[in-house]
Every structure is written in C-alpha cells, then in structure tokens.
C-alpha cells in the first residue's frame, strides 16, 4: 500500500510508526518531517515499530467502493468488509484499517483484543498490493 507503513512477515509483521524525541509522541502514520504535537518544538524523529495489539475501539462495515486512490478493478463487484479503529496497547493510539478476510461486524464488539497481520488490499496479474489487517485473537486468517 504505502512504502514505510509496514515490515516483516508472520509474528514479526509490524507497522511502523515514528516517535518525536524531544516529547516522545508516536505517530502513524509516520511522520519523518517534523512533530506533529502542537506543543512540541520538535526533536529528532525516529522510525518505531508499534504494538501489534491493540483494542477494538470502534467499528464498521464498508458497503462501498472508497474512491481513488484506493485500489480495486472497477470491473469487479464490490465486496463489503469491515473496518476496524484499534487503539494500540502501548502507544495509546488509534489505527484504523480493514478486518482480516471472513472477519464481520457481527464478530466484532468494542473492547475486543486484535492484533495486526499481514494482508492483500488488491491483486492483478502484475502486482500484489499489501497492506494490514485487523484479526481478532486467536482466530487463523
């Protein structure tokens, strides 16, 4: 999906986020210009690699094809997914992204431990597009 957003495979899949020096605030996604907290005057920004559990902290279903530049053939029926904002355990921040595939609403409560793994948002004869996903514990994606 995005260059830098994410790294490894399998147990070590992380996203990656930068966290401020001077005022210690996490960012993702990824900040490598300056800080993004108001009340910082800004400090050395380094690259971090986020918990990779978290809280389901709101939820949803996606029932439409999102515009560019998201990718998907236009040619192909939309399938519906779930969209899951997760507030990471030690970070305290809230990520969003897409429920693992088979994942619904209805398997989804606020409050419910997930971990991020890896994922394919599209795929075509060329390429593969990657991305995350949200996979609540102890169910195999």
């Known amino acids: 999906m995005v260059a830098g957003w994410f790294a490894g495979e ?3 899949f992380r996203l990656l986020g930068t966290r401020c ?11 490598d210009q300056h800080c993004r ?7 050395e920004l380094a690259e971090v690699p986020l918990s990779r559990r978290g809280r389901v902290w709101s939820y ?32 305290r921040l ?3 992204g897409q429920a693992a595939p088979g994942v619904t609403v209805a398997d989804l409560t606020v409050g419910m431990e ?5 994922g394919v948002l599209h795929e ?9 996903h949200w996979r609540p514990r102890g169910v195999k994606a």
Not at 21 to 31: G, I, K, Y
Not at 37 to 43: D, I, S, Y
Not at 60 to 81: A, G, H, I, N
């Open 114 to 118: 997930v971990e991020v793994v890896p």
């Open 10 to 12: 399998g147990e070590e």
């Open 124 to 132: 075509d004869a060329e390429t593969t597009w990657t991305t995350w």
């Open 60 to 91: 949803t279903d996606s029932r439409y094809r999102p515009p560019s530049p998201y990718v998907s053939d236009p040619e192909l029926s939309w399938e519906p997914c779930a969209l899951i904002a997760v507030e990471l355990e030690a970070e």
């Open 37 to 43: 907290n108001p009340a910082c005057a800004g400090g």
């Open 94 to 96: 809230v990520v969003l």
């Open 21 to 31: 020096a001077a005022c210690t605030s996490v960012f993702f996604p990824r900040e």
